[in-house]
């Protein structure tokens, strides 16, 4: 399925690279045991790789990548849903926002 510039770069960027790039500008200012919304993952795409209505029939591809972007934190212990709903920020995910280089130590973690 054709999708627009902006998408198929998303979907052709390494996972790894959009989670580490992405995790400071979505935790920021949050605390240990903070929680945010998950839906802030995918205001963060959709500022980095476009911005498609709402009502876009592809807006299920930012859909499907935030929760790629989602899984992958917590297959690395920085971040975990909730049983509500919302993102914490757990101890490594500490560790991820003061790193120098968020997507290399994202690649440690996994």
């Given at each position: 399925?054709?999708?627009?510039?902006?998408?198929?770069?998303?979907?052709?960027?390494?996972p790894v690279e959009i989670g580490g790039s992405?995790?400071?500008?979505v935790f920021a200012g949050v605390k240990l045991g903070g929680q945010i919304a998950s839906g802030k993952v995918r205001?963060?795409?959709?500022?980095?790789?476009?911005?498609?209505?709402w009502s876009d029939p592809d807006a299920e591809?930012?859909?499907a990548v935030t929760l790629q972007t989602i899984l992958l934190w917590e297959?690395?212990?920085?971040?975990?849903?909730?049983?509500?709903?919302?993102?914490l920020l757990l101890p490594r995910g500490t560790r991820l926002l003061t790193a120098p280089d968020s997507v290399a130590a994202l690649r440690e973690f996994l």
């Open positions: 399925m054709p999708y627009t510039a902006d998408m198929e770069l998303m979907l052709d960027t390494d992405v995790f400071g500008a205001k963060e795409l959709r500022a980095r790789f476009g911005n498609p209505r591809v930012y859909d297959r690395a212990l920085v971040a975990g849903r909730t049983y509500g709903g919302p993102l």
